[in-house]
T-cell receptor
Framework: DVKVTQSSRYLVKRTGEKVFLECVQDMDHENMFWYRQDPGLGLRLIYFSYDVKMKEKGDIPEGYSVSREKKERFSLILESASTNQTSMYLC????????????FGPGTRLTVT | DAKTTQPTSMDCAEGRAANLPCNHSTISGNEYVYWYRQIHSQGPQYIIHGLKNNETNEMASLIITEDRKSSTLILPHATLRDTAVYYCIVRVDASGGSYIPTFGRGTSLIVHP
């Protein structure tokens, strides 16, 4: 069974803290993605990776960085968390090439106080 | 990149067919139309995709107009569990030959008893 897991369902951090959100997929997928979802704005792409150590900016990369040292793991890093980064964060993976079917994790609801 | 337009919300009676429209008038010849849905508090779930021909699977049917400028997702016998936000998306080319979907705001479908 296809599986994308995220390290936490709920997370509360303070302003200025460094935050790591981890995502792991067990499907040997090439592509991995990080989105954030806010009410009324839908899903917005932050970063994606189409190979190990490769990354590309999405629509809203400011304030975020990513790391993909292993194929199965894609980390989203908030170097200095701010209150406007309070959101639902969703990780996804897809096979690669022209495969467009994405598999999503359950999401991490991050609150920055 | 082809953009999509969907109604903000729709409702449907349980047991009836739900027809969700999507406009993608700027779609190019080699772009696929994909549909996902997101049930509250979960990550999005792939439903179906198509290029030109109508498609059907165990979840839904996808009808694409001959000029490919619009499509309709059909849930033939909607149930309460089909209440969700439905996203119609087309592919976006990215580096390395991978394809990145862009999610809009989707249609919030409410199935009522």
């Amino acid at each position: 069974d296809v599986k994308v897991t995220q390290s936490s369902r709920y997370l509360v951090k303070r302003t200025g803290e460094k935050v790591f959100l981890e995502c792991v997929q067990d499907m040997d997928h090439e592509n991995m993605f990080w989105y954030r979802q806010d009410p009324g704005l839908g899903l917005r792409l932050i970063y994606f990776s189409y190979d190990v150590k490769m990354k590309e900016k999405g629509d809203i990369p400011e304030g975020y960085s990513v790391s993909r040292e292993k194929k199965e793991r894609f980390s989203l890093i908030l170097e200095s968390a701010s209150t406007n980064q309070t959101s639902m964060y969703l990780c996804a993976s897809s096979l690669g090439g022209q495969s467009y079917e994405q598999y999503f994790g359950p999401g991490t609801r991050l609150t920055v106080t | 990149d082809a953009k999509t337009t969907q109604p903000t919300s729709m409702d449907c009676a349980e047991g009836r067919a739900a027809n969700l429209p999507c406009n993608h008038s700027t779609i190019s010849g080699n772009e696929y139309v994909y549909w996902y849905r997101q049930i509250h508090s979960q990550g999005p779930q792939y439903i179906i995709h198509g290029l030109k021909n109508n498609e059907t699977n165990e979840m839904a049917s996808l009808i694409i107009t001959e000029d490919r400028k619009s499509s309709t997702l059909i849930l033939p016998h909607a149930t309460l569990r089909d209440t969700a936000v439905y996203y119609c998306i087309v592919r976006v080319d990215a580096s390395g030959g991978s394809y990145i979907p862009t999610f809009g705001r989707g249609t919030s479908l409410i199935v009522h008893p």
